[in-house]
């Protein structure tokens, strides 16, 4: 069953960018990882971060387009109710920027993961890529990321994800320390 989700999440995302699959498959690992950790329906989380962001490329709140067409899909594969609302309940809560929060153990940890993966150096790597997407300048990248991803560690939910973010964050200071000093900004 996951294979036949993961089949019809793939075809909804783009191979590359930001948001691109890649993103999706480290999330879902994120997800396993961080839930056999801290418990957790697993098959819950599983689904959860393989559909999390198939609406990307609407317009308007991604996390609740993609919970309304992951309820779609569920539904059309023949999955109980009950198991519905929880996958689609923490689809429609991960976003970080968004107004409802996660409320159950699995929305926090796929809510946690989606954070991982905006850090470190995945982190570097997706912020470039996505100031292409946008064209957004250099410069604004790098403000990004003192106004957003410098302060995902401090968001996380579980401890597990605290400490996964750690060392992503670490590395995000060293990071912005040396291209601040190879672009001179702070001369
Ligand atoms: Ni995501």
Request: charged share 35%; net charge positive; aromatic share 6%.
């Amino acid at each position: 069953m996951i294979e036949k989700i993961r089949e019809q999440a793939k075809r909804r995302t783009k191979p590359y960018g930001c948001h691109g699959w890649d993103h999706v498959e480290r999330v879902y690992d994120l997800c396993c990882f961080i839930g056999e950790k801290e418990g957790g329906d697993l098959e819950t989380l599983k689904i959860a971060a393989l559909l999390h962001d198939i609406a990307r490329d609407q317009r308007g709140d991604h996390a609740k387009s993609s919970a309304k067409e992951a309820e779609r899909i569920l539904r059309t594969l023949g999955f109980q109710q009950t198991k519905i609302s929880r996958i689609v309940d923490a689809i429609k809560t991960h976003r970080f920027s968004g107004k409802s929060k996660p409320r159950t153990l699995e929305a926090k940890i796929l809510a946690d993961a989606d954070k991982l993966d905006a850090m470190g150096a995945v982190g570097v790597y997706r912020a470039a890529a996505f100031g292409a997407e946008i064209q957004r300048p250099i410069q604004s990248t790098i403000d990004h990321f003192n106004e957003k991803l410098l302060k995902l560690k401090d968001m996380m939910y579980t401890k597990t994800a605290r400490r996964l973010a750690e060392g992503r964050h670490k590395f995000m200071l060293a990071y912005l320390k040396q291209i601040e000093k190879e672009t001179k900004l702070l001369s």
